[in-house]
């Protein structure tokens, strides 16, 4: 539901179909998503937006009892941003990646908290899994970057159905328009709740293993501080989860955001947006991102990186 629960592979996920005549292609080079999928500030509002889709009850039990997010934290992170990514810079991997989570989604089934049934690959559940992209990047956007004219915020809306296709998503899933999507959401936030899988996501006392991949020395001295990392890094992800919710979202699902942190978020955001646009690509854009901004550059002229 919120991502894969098995690795993707270095460039061609796999999957058991090839490419196919029809595939959809990933948003286009020089849009806005391209802009922004890759840029470190989407590492902020990824929380958000998972918080957002685990707060509808179908997809939160499908977390719930499938997802490895509480024993593999780190790497289901990893393959959740990885796949993103493709969406966007994965040339035709895109399209491949999309067929391959539509296979891994077959299986995950079965009775929510209420005692209803649920299939992740259900129209209305896959959607609302891609829909909460939107609002939580229009949101974000707005307070890490800065806030997108109407014309790019349709265009953004445009390159996000796009999106969905790659993901299997049927056109007559999915509002066409943003007049159209508006209404939709809001109905949707009417169904939302506190699932288990929201509550711990916000949490600030779960136990979290420390990060297990990277070089011997550094994995044995983060075990070795873990106790006095763990208690700040879980505030500071509680805080831009709910921070960069979208407020309507975070009233629906009743977390509580007082002024204080308000003020506090806007004061981080201001740091944020001073900061990252003067770093050099290698640190503000994440690796997946930046190989395909420089192979569109070296594509030819009229190209946009």
């Given amino acids: ?27 286009p080079v020089g849009g806005v998503l391209w802009s922004v999928a890759g840029d470190v500030r989407g590492l902020l509002m990824l929380p958000s937006a998972l918080a957002l889709q685990v707060a509808h009850p179908a997809v939160g039990a499908g977390v719930d009892q499938y997802s490895v997010f509480r024993t ?61 992209g939107f609002p939580v990047y229009q949101h974000g956007l707005r307070l890490l970057h800065r806030p997108l004219t109407e014309a790019q915020e349709r265009r953004l809306y445009a390159e996000w159905l796009q999106v969905g296709r790659i993901l299997g998503i049927h056109d007559r899933d999915m509002p066409r328009t943003i007049e159209e999507f508006w209404p939709y959401y809001r109905k949707m936030l009417g169904e939302l709740e ?11 006392d779960q136990p979290v293993p420390p990060p297990d991949r990277g070089p011997l020395p550094l994995r044995l001295l983060l075990r070795a501080l873990w106790p006095m990392i763990l208690p700040p890094l879980a505030r500071f992800r509680a805080f831009v989860t709910v921070g960069l919710m979208p407020p309507d979202a975070r009233e629906a699902v009743g977390l509580e955001w007082t002024d204080d942190q308000e003020r506090r978020l806007r004061r981080f955001a201001r740091v944020v947006r001073a900061v990252v646009p003067v770093l050099p690509e290698r640190l503000r854009y994440l690796p997946l991102a930046r190989e395909a901004r420089r192979e569109a550059r070296l594509s030819g002229p009229g190209r946009r990186a």
Wanted: charged fraction near 25%; glycine fraction near 12%.
């Fill in 1 to 27: 539901m919120t991502g894969p629960t098995r690795p993707v592979g270095p460039t061609r996920p796999a999957t058991d179909e090839g490419p196919k005549e029809t595939d959809p292609a990933p948003p």
């Fill in 72 to 132: 593999d934290p780190w790497g289901r992170g990893e393959r959740s941003l990885r796949s993103a990514l493709l969406w966007v810079y994965g040339g035709e991997g895109a399209a491949e990646e999309g067929r391959r989570l539509r296979k891994l989604h077959r299986t995950i089934q079965g009775t929510d908290a209420h005692g209803r049934r649920y299939h992740a690959l259900t129209p209305a559940n896959y959607a609302w899994v891609h829909a909460t």
């Fill in 194 to 204: 506190a699932t288990v899988v929201l509550r711990e996501l916000v949490a600030t």
